[in-house]
């Protein structure tokens, strides 16, 4: 993600991943996952995460909470927190659900337009 190098990034992801963001619904496949992603991502320069915290838990599932820092192309900077839930099974993303309020980057993102 952080490369945004949808080749990079969907490596990790099995070919029936599950994504949900919130109450939207849910995305299945990898190809469908990597179009929704490079559908926001190609529209800023770059997009890190800092890990806050981290869960481990039994059955291939880590919680996370993380700090989204989208860097636009004018160089304006958002940070939004986010939280995650994914679930890994041969060292693949089966499931991911991300719960992230993405309003203060469209806004950035529709000035920047403007």
Not at 30 to 56: N, Q
Not at 74 to 96: C, L, M, P, R
């Given at each position: 993600?952080?490369?945004?190098?949808p080749a990079r990034f969907s490596a990790y992801y099995a070919d029936d991943m599950t994504l949900t963001f919130g109450n939207s619904p849910q995305i299945v496949g990898r190809e469908d996952i990597v179009a929704a992603f490079s559908s926001?991502?190609?529209h800023v320069e770059s997009l890190g995460h800092e890990l806050v915290e981290v869960w481990e838990e039994d059955g291939g599932v880590v919680?996370?909470?993380s700090l989204g820092r989208w860097t636009l192309r004018n160089g304006e900077i958002v940070e939004i927190k986010a939280a995650s839930k994914i679930t890994i099974v041969d060292?693949?993303?089966?499931?991911q659900r991300i719960y992230v309020d993405n309003?203060?980057?469209?806004?950035?993102?529709?000035?920047?337009?403007a």
């Amino acid at each position: 993600m952080e490369a945004n190098d949808p080749a990079r990034f969907s490596a990790y992801y099995a070919d029936d991943m599950t994504l949900t963001f919130g109450n939207s619904p849910q995305i299945v496949g990898r190809e469908d996952i990597v179009a929704a992603f490079s559908s926001k991502l190609d529209h800023v320069e770059s997009l890190g995460h800092e890990l806050v915290e981290v869960w481990e838990e039994d059955g291939g599932v880590v919680f996370f909470e993380s700090l989204g820092r989208w860097t636009l192309r004018n160089g304006e900077i958002v940070e939004i927190k986010a939280a995650s839930k994914i679930t890994i099974v041969d060292g693949k993303f089966v499931d991911q659900r991300i719960y992230v309020d993405n309003a203060p980057v469209d806004a950035a993102l529709e000035r920047e337009r403007a």
